[in-house]
């Protein structure tokens, strides 16, 4: 069964740092894209960026470039999203998925519980 | 960046009758857009991909179709499950989601 499991919510102060993690099972993991997608509390979807495990190249979204990290540990099977400097504008849940993969790469078929990051002084 | 306009906002419908939702790109994406359920609290769920082909375990009552610049997602014959928001994304150039229809029960 292919699982994303991702960890637990936090709670932040402005300027502080955070690292969220996504466990994938049951799969290849090296071999399929994984997306993150941030969801503001009572508004919609927004693609942030996706990263190939298998050799870790990554792409960001315009509006998320330069403003988070993406990474991943192959040996482990985990995708990571990263702030140097949260701000409380990144509060959000945050969903990790898997992309399809070969021609019909590019949607996201199966998706992580999600992480609720929280960011107030 | 193509932006994805989905309409209505909010859909209000009762169980057992018809749904039509749309999504429109600010220009072509071909065939290459996915349609999307969440339900409150849950992660998205995908529904449609490359605009008509229905994803492992949907259930038939859901249908895609469109090409170019206008899409729909049709419901044929509303469960009580099935009340929720709906999000279309395309992969033709990047990747954006629409800004969500609510299905919500009359």
């Known amino acids: 069964e292919v699982q994303l499991v991702q960890s637990g919510a936090e709670v932040k102060k402005p300027g502080e740092s955070l690292k969220i993690s996504c466990q994938g099972s049951?799969?290849?993991?090296?071999?399929?894209?994984i997306g993150w997608v941030r969801q503001m509390p009572g508004k919609g979807l927004e693609w942030m960026g996706i990263i190939y495990p298998g050799d870790s190249d990554t792409r960001y979204s315009p509006s998320f470039q330069g403003q988070v990290t993406i990474s991943a540990d192959k040996s482990i099977s985990t995708a990571y999203l990263q702030w140097n400097s949260l701000k409380a504008s990144d509060t959000a849940m945050y969903y990790c998925?898997?992309?399809?993969?070969?021609?019909?790469?590019?949607?996201?078929?199966?998706w992580g519980q999600g992480t609720l990051v929280t960011v107030s002084s | 960046e193509i932006v994805l306009t989905q309409s209505p906002a909010t859909l209000s419908l009762s169980p057992g009758e018809r749904a039509t939702l749309s999504c429109r790109a600010s220009?072509?994406?071909?065939?290459?857009l996915a349609w999307y359920q969440q339900k409150a609290g849950q992660a998205p769920r995908l529904l449609i991909y490359d605009a008509s082909k229905r994803a492992t375990a949907i259930p038939a009552r859901f249908s895609g179709s469109g090409s170019g610049t206008d899409f729909t997602l049709t419901i044929s014959s509303l469960e009580p499950e099935d009340f929720a928001v709906y999000y279309c994304q395309q992969r033709s150039n990047w990747y954006t989601f629409g800004q969500g229809t609510k299905l919500e029960i009359k």
């Open positions: 049951g799969y290849s993991f090296t071999i399929y894209w």
């Open positions: 998925a898997r992309l399809i993969r070969g021609d019909s790469s590019g949607y996201l078929d199966y």
């Open positions: 220009q072509s994406v071909s065939s290459y």
